[in-house]
């Protein structure tokens, strides 16, 4: 089954529509992580910087960097986990290569965002990752905080429609 989730940024949605076309076409496997992610998966809009994929750890990444770059992204940088890329818009997309990440890209259930059908890392497999993150002590404290309060995002601790903030 599919589900449905909706976004407010445009740029983000347009940088996620073609990015997910793009490696879909290509045959790379791939689920959408991160903030855009918790907000799929608990149901409340999470404002986030960019749009992160985790891309299989066993994709070559130059074949995942071509593919970008053919669909108009531009490479910003290489690192040892991540490859940044910015989409013609301006946002920002961060693509993770992580074997603890290659399970849970398995995993991953179809969402309908927009037009596009999109693999979500599922709720769970969510929390896993942030509960890695928080732990890292060379994780900056403000991202860690956000970390934690992701987990609780995705176990249910949200606000009712009325409830306010």
């Given at each position: ?40 998966r ?5 404002a ?38 910015r ?77 306010g903030?």
């Amino acid at each position: 089954m599919v589900g449905q989730a909706t976004m407010t940024g445009s740029d983000q949605l347009e940088a996620l529509t073609e990015a997910v076309a793009a490696l879909s076409a290509a045959g790379h496997r791939f689920a959408l992580i991160g903030g855009l992610a918790v907000g799929v998966r608990s149901g409340v809009p999470r404002a986030t910087m960019d749009v992160d994929l985790a891309v299989a750890s066993t994709e070559p990444r130059p074949e995942v960097v071509a593919t970008l770059v053919a669909a108009g992204f531009g490479l910003r940088g290489e690192h040892e986990h991540s490859l940044n890329f910015r989409h013609p818009s301006g946002e920002p997309v961060q693509v993770a290569f992580d074997e603890h990440f290659d399970v849970f890209i398995e995993r991953a259930g179809p969402v309908t965002v927009g037009e596009v059908v999109v693999p979500v890392v599922l709720a769970d497999d969510l929390i896993a990752m942030k509960e890695r993150a928080a732990r890292d002590p060379g994780r900056r404290r403000s991202k860690a905080l956000r970390d934690l309060a992701d987990i609780e995002l995705l176990r249910g601790d949200a606000p009712g429609p009325d409830e306010g903030w």
